[in-house]
């Protein structure tokens, strides 16, 4: 089934109901908010945007990748993990410029030819109080980047496809911050998991992806 047309579903579909937390939580760890939604957020909660960047996997092709990168080991929080390019909304900004603005500065992406199509559920980060605000885009062919070491090691490319493949999706148990979680993840990079706050949102265009194709063979 050609994933390109999922492209043309998502602007109309992103104004309606979206799937939300249902979603996400099927890719959140334990213990933790498995069974509800997390507490409400604080008046004094962060605010984010991450671009989530779709394009074609090859030059005439019909399947999609998503641009990820992966953090920065010299980085305070989350380092070497693997994330959309994002950050903090500042005063005065919109989400999407916001989005765009990290992108530029984390890789160096160029914003021409980049269509923004919608916006996913925000997700709610209770342990550093941020609300993730998903943008999602479109560009015609993998955008040249360079990842800019401070905040990114690499820069790379997942197929929405590989998503959807039941061995790609695997659960670890390791010990964070004092304490034993389990979570699951995607196996899609040679040494790093796509697990967190990155995998919770992605699982909600997973869930749009799988609509898309359902609606598809009808």
Same mark, same amino acid.
């Given at each position: 089934?050609?994933?390109?047309?999922?492209?043309?579903?998502?602007?109309?579909?992103? &104004?309606?109901?979206?799937?939300?937390?249902?979603?996400?939580? +099927?890719?959140?760890?334990?213990? !933790?908010?498995?069974?509800?939604?997390? &507490?409400?957020?604080?008046?004094?909660?962060?605010?984010?945007?991450?671009?989530?960047?779709?394009?074609? =996997?090859?030059? !005439?092709?019909?399947?999609?990748?998503?641009?990820?990168?992966?953090?920065?080991? *010299?980085?305070?929080?989350?380092?070497? &993990?693997?994330?959309?390019? +994002? +950050?903090?909304?500042?005063? !005065?900004?919109?989400?999407?410029?916001?989005?765009? =603005?990290?992108?530029?500065?984390?890789?160096?992406?160029?914003?021409? *030819?980049? /269509?923004?199509?919608? %916006?996913?559920?925000?997700?709610?980060? #209770?342990?550093?109080?941020?609300?993730?605000?998903?943008?999602?885009?479109?560009?015609?062919?993998?955008?040249?980047?360079?990842? &800019? #070491?401070?905040?990114?090691?690499?820069?790379?490319?997942?197929?929405?496809?590989?998503?959807?493949?039941?061995? /790609?999706?695997?659960? /670890?148990?390791?010990?964070?911050?004092? =304490?034993?979680?389990?979570?699951?993840?995607?196996?899609?990079? #040679?040494?790093?998991?796509?697990?967190?706050?990155?995998?919770?949102?992605?699982?909600?265009?997973?869930?749009?992806?799988? %609509?898309?194709?359902?609606?598809? /063979?009808?």
């Amino acid at each position: 089934m050609p994933a390109i047309p999922f492209l043309q579903f998502l602007p109309d579909r992103l &104004q309606r109901q979206l799937p939300g937390w249902p979603a996400q939580v +099927g890719m959140a760890p334990s213990p !933790g908010h498995r069974r509800q939604p997390p &507490q409400q957020a604080s008046d004094d909660v962060r605010r984010s945007a991450v671009l989530l960047l779709l394009y074609p =996997r090859a030059a !005439g092709g019909s399947s999609l990748d998503i641009l990820l990168t992966r953090r920065s080991r *010299h980085l305070n929080h989350h380092r070497g &993990q693997i994330s959309f390019p +994002g +950050g903090r909304i500042e005063a !005065g900004e919109t989400r999407w410029r916001a989005a765009l =603005r990290e992108a530029a500065e984390e890789v160096d992406l160029p914003s021409d *030819h980049v /269509k923004f199509l919608g %916006e996913l559920s925000s997700l709610y980060v #209770p342990v550093s109080n941020n609300v993730i605000f998903p943008m999602i885009a479109h560009a015609p062919e993998r955008p040249l980047t360079t990842a &800019q #070491p401070d905040e990114v090691e690499e820069v790379l490319s997942v197929a929405i496809d590989d998503l959807l493949n039941p061995e /790609k999706l695997k659960r /670890k148990r390791e010990v964070l911050g004092g =304490r034993s979680i389990e979570y699951p993840y995607w196996d899609v990079h #040679p040494s790093v998991p796509l697990w967190g706050a990155t995998a919770m949102i992605l699982n909600e265009l997973v869930d749009l992806y799988r %609509e898309y194709l359902a609606a598809a /063979k009808l």
